[in-house]
């Protein structure tokens, strides 16, 4: 993993939301279009009508389908989609003021611009938005919340409870100032989840059951911190009436109502502060979690093997597992058809009664409740297993998609057609880094590789090309000498290639795919010496780590992988919180040095472990000697 040092790991997340969000999609050479399908009482799928759609249809602007979009929330009857410029775009219904035109009124059925700040001009510099069932967030590059729509519960944080058809400002915690330092937002249906760079969590609106976490019942129109959470959170998500924090030891706290399973605790009661997600089975505690999103009683996770799992309302199959029984613990996600675990996955979202996945292939599969068309299969029946949401007029999968999104309170759901997202960053000895971008399921030149100034401001793209043949997943780059070298993988990381771009301006090399050592995935590239290594891993917990190296980059187009060293277990403690290894060879009698989890500086052992000539793994203090910043998760989050 290329790393860039910070000063804290939590400000990796930062960087990630502002640069993945603006900066990848800014530049991206194929603009993302979204299509819709499901409900449209109120024009929410943007298509110009008010006709449900069991198949997808386009998205329209003013001038045709709606393009440059990055990323897209449902609303109860409205959507808000972010555009690459850092401009807000609304449509559905309006009788709340939730599309932010300055007023109320009839439904609009195609996208229309969000007004500025008390409506002047138009809202821009936005990094993500949300929507909750009849109001709309949206999180600006400087940190701060706007939000406008209906208000009666305090939604809106602005300290009132009336409706605003134009963005108001979300206040500082218990009323006081402006809310600041935000890096993620979410919405249930009348209440505001929001993330700090500290890993802290606050939240407004509505408190029924004890929604907010502060403690109380009360609603609040104005941010409360959210109690109890026990360390930083990395992630949230909120449900109906209750909510979620990804925690940075990968496991899952909720709280809030929880009659139904939703808090995946193994009871069936509500709590006001937050509890732990039990593991398949109920036994131990949910780890190894990558990403949440909460329907409108249902919770879904992705884990970090690429399957999800679902807990909650499974009245209309919402969780996929072939069932409609509910579930107080998390049961796995089904593939297709039923039987097995649904693999490869890399998105994922929730509506009020179903949930969809985004598949690494760039497709989309859904399944639960049917009767407004929502699932895309062009089928009207509510599905216990996941089915393949099809292409625009059928007759095959809908294809080269990025993101997928629905809401707590929709019944309808957006696909958004392939956008580069950032995966990793190198920084060269001139001060440039360069970004490595992706567009999963993109026909061609899905790979984009930019630099970017110190600034910050002066960027350009220095290549857009295919990955090797076989292997169509970006996972690392490094910068060595005067080339980048960027490693691919297959879908079950057992296949690898190199492709080398020299920095001089040279042509590009891209080798054909190899096997790795059997039983092992690829994880990360390394360069610390004069050789690239390539660490591997043996997947699930307990698996050893290996490295190998890379002595011959393209000799004769195919990779030459040197003899393999396997790190003994036992690793460290918590296994699957683990997401890498960065090699550190002969350095103090050091090896290799794994990290985790977001963690802020100065707060005692950090996200490091080490594996030294003892055989043994331990814990590396923030700081220590020889090891310093860099190794702390500056870096961009992997796809």
Known sequence: MAVTQANSCIRGLVLSLVLSAALGASASAAPGNLFSFGSNDWGQLGDGSQTNRSLPVAVLGSGGPLSSIVQVACGGYHAVALAADGSVWTWGQNGYGQLGLGGTGAPATQATQVHGVGGGGFLTDVVQVAAGWAFSVALRRDGTVVTWGIGSQGQLGDGGTANQSAPVVVNGIGGTGTLGDVVAIACGEFHVIALRADGTVVSWGQDSYGVLGDGGSANRSFPVSVLGLGGPATAVAASSVH??????????????????????????????????????????????????????????????????????????????????????????????????????????????????????????????????????????????????????GGGGALSSLSHVSSGPSSNSSIALAATYRAVDHAVGNDGLSRILYWAPGAGSNSIRIDTLAASGQTKSTVATFDPPAGTPRPIDMVLADTDLILLFADSAGSLVSVAVLPESGGSLVRTLPTPIPSGFEAMNLDHMGPLPILWMRVPGAGGNVSACTIPGIAKGFTLELGPVETLDNPLPNPVLGWRGAVGRMGSGGVKAVLYNTYQASGSGPCCLASYTSATTWSAIPFGAPGVGTDFCLGTFNHA
């Open 243 to 392: 909510s979620m924090a990804l925690m940075n030891d990968h496991t899952v706290k909720t709280w809030g109502y929880g009659l139904h399973g939703e808090l995946g605790n193994g009871s069936a009661s509500n709590s006001m502060s937050p509890v732990q997600v039990l593991a398949v089975g109920g036994s131990g505690m949910l780890s190894n979690v990558t990403a949440i999103f909460g329907g409108l009683t249902h919770c879904l996770a992705l884990l970090g093997d690429g399957t999800m799992v679902a807990w909650g309302t499974n009245s209309a199959g919402q969780l996929g597992d072939n069932s409609s029984t509910d579930r107080s613990t998390p049961v796995p996600v089904q593939a297709v058809g039923g039987g097995g675990h649904l693999a490869s996955v890399v998105g994922i979202a929730a509506g009020s009664s179903h949930s969809l996945a985004l598949l690494r292939d760039g497709t989309a599969v859904a399944w639960g409740a049917a009767s407004s068309g929502q699932l895309g299969d062009g089928q009207g029946s509510n599905r216990l297993v996941p089915v393949v949401v099809q292409q625009v």
